[in-house]
């Protein structure tokens, strides 16, 4: 009899969750979700820029070597190719690959342009960003060597 009691008890004071307390809980994790996802992804962005440029920066470093090896960047025509498999302008100096893992696609899975000679150098190596279309603002924008 008394163990009925405690159980009676113990049921009283182990209550759920009303629902008008489950329903502001839910109104809370919204409006934290609704104020950090903007954030979070606005951030994915700009990594994927990041990693844009960092490929960028690798190229001119490879490019720069092929040039002390060749003497020469590789034309427009070779592309970035020259830098995995000797192109037969570039003779027995061409002391590569230059690249570990061959020639990567941008981080929006599109290759990168070359051009040699460049607008303001002696290459150019271009990414069109997200959109894909020349120009752009933000994550649309082109990323350049130049």
């Given at each position: 009899?008394?163990a009925a009691?405690?159980?009676?008890?113990?049921g009283?004071?182990?209550?759920?969750?009303?629902?008008l307390?489950?329903?502001?809980?839910?109104?809370?994790?919204?409006?934290l979700?609704?104020?950090?996802?903007?954030k979070?992804?606005?951030?994915?962005?700009?990594?994927e820029?990041?990693?844009?440029?960092?490929?960028?920066?690798?190229?001119?470093?490879?490019l720069?070597t092929?040039?002390?090896d060749?003497?020469?960047?590789?034309?427009?025509?070779?592309?970035?190719?020259?830098?995995?498999?000797?192109?037969?302008?570039?003779?027995?100096?061409?002391?590569g690959p230059?690249?570990?893992?061959?020639v990567?696609?941008?981080?929006?899975?599109?290759?990168?342009?070359y051009?040699?000679?460049?607008s303001?150098?002696?290459?150019e190596?271009?990414?069109?960003g997200?959109d894909?279309?020349?120009?752009?603002?933000?994550?649309?924008?082109?990323?350049?060597s130049?």
């Amino acid at each position: 009899m008394q163990a009925a009691k405690f159980y009676r008890k113990q049921g009283r004071a182990a209550r759920g969750f009303t629902l008008l307390e489950l329903l502001v809980v839910i109104v809370i994790i919204g409006l934290l979700a609704a104020y950090v996802g903007p954030k979070y992804f606005s951030q994915l962005g700009k990594s994927e820029v990041t990693v844009a440029k960092a490929q960028i920066e690798a190229f001119e470093k490879s490019l720069d070597t092929y040039r002390l090896d060749v003497g020469r960047y590789p034309t427009t025509e070779e592309g970035m190719g020259a830098l995995m498999t000797a192109p037969p302008t570039a003779g027995a100096k061409w002391n590569g690959p230059y690249l570990k893992k061959g020639v990567p696609a941008d981080p929006w899975g599109r290759p990168y342009a070359y051009k040699s000679p460049g607008s303001k150098g002696d290459y150019e190596i271009t990414s069109l960003g997200k959109d894909g279309q020349p120009g752009g603002t933000g994550d649309n924008a082109d990323i350049s060597s130049q």
